[in-house]
């Protein structure tokens, strides 16, 4: 009797206490319009919800060379109205969210629907790895009056301060990428913040031969894509 007392112990024990946190749950919290701006070496990229239901998500991303880019008063929801001036790749992803299964890719670009099957899936990858909570002390330390190292929250052009951001990593899959087997870091609000809490706001690839960063510059709501395209396209098996 013992014995199955300690083998059912073992058993139940790796579940005990642990729990993943998969962007594509909380994609489900997305609201239309939310949007993020993210810096990688020398382009910007404009992440954005154009819609969503029940099984799906529409994400556009906007890409633009930091030279070329000029922002008006009316930022980045005036820019993505009049068209995004001199972006270089305008992509919808329809993504299913149960499954966070890439169902269709769209170039407004070249006005056509992508391969699927040969798509870049960064953003789905992303979506369904599993992270882990980090603690406070295992974060980077910094001198900051809150103790531990904390990205910065910039919201509609203003840096909060304050924001509290929850650290999590997991380890990208076996892909043969360039991202294959190396730890991610990631940033995000918690889940009752009134700042998206489904966008990194930081992501960082520990491993790389040059540690890979990704940071927001910006982040806001209410953003409206004036990119025409229905919602159809073949089906296939």
Known sequence: MAKTLVFLFLLLLPFQGWSYLFLKDRMANGRAGDYIVTAQKKMLTLWSIREKDNQKVLIEEIS??????????????????????????????????????LQGLYSYTHKCWCDVDNANNFLTTL??????????????????????????????????????????????????????????????????????????????????????????????????SPAKIAWSKPQTQ
């Open 64 to 101: 633009v060379p930091a030279q070329l880019l000029e922002l008006d008063e009316g930022g980045w929801k005036k820019w993505v109205k009049d068209g995004a001036p001199d972006h270089s790749t305008w992509l919808l992803y329809a993504i299913e969210l149960k499954t966070g299964k």
């Open 127 to 224: 979506m369904n790895l599993g992270f882990t909570e980090m603690p406070v002390n295992q974060r980077r330390r910094a001198r900051n009056r809150l103790g531990y190292w904390n990205p910065p929250v910039i919201f509609e052009g203003q840096e909060i301060p304050d924001v509290h951001l929850d650290h999590f990593e997991a380890r990208w899959p076996r892909d043969r990428s360039e991202l294959a087997e190396k730890w991610v870091d990631i940033y995000l609000p918690p889940v009752d913040s009134p700042y998206p809490s489904y966008f990194p706001y930081w992501l960082q690839v520990i491993g790389a031969l040059a540690e890979a960063k990704i940071r927001i510059v910006d982040s806001g709501a209410g953003l409206q």
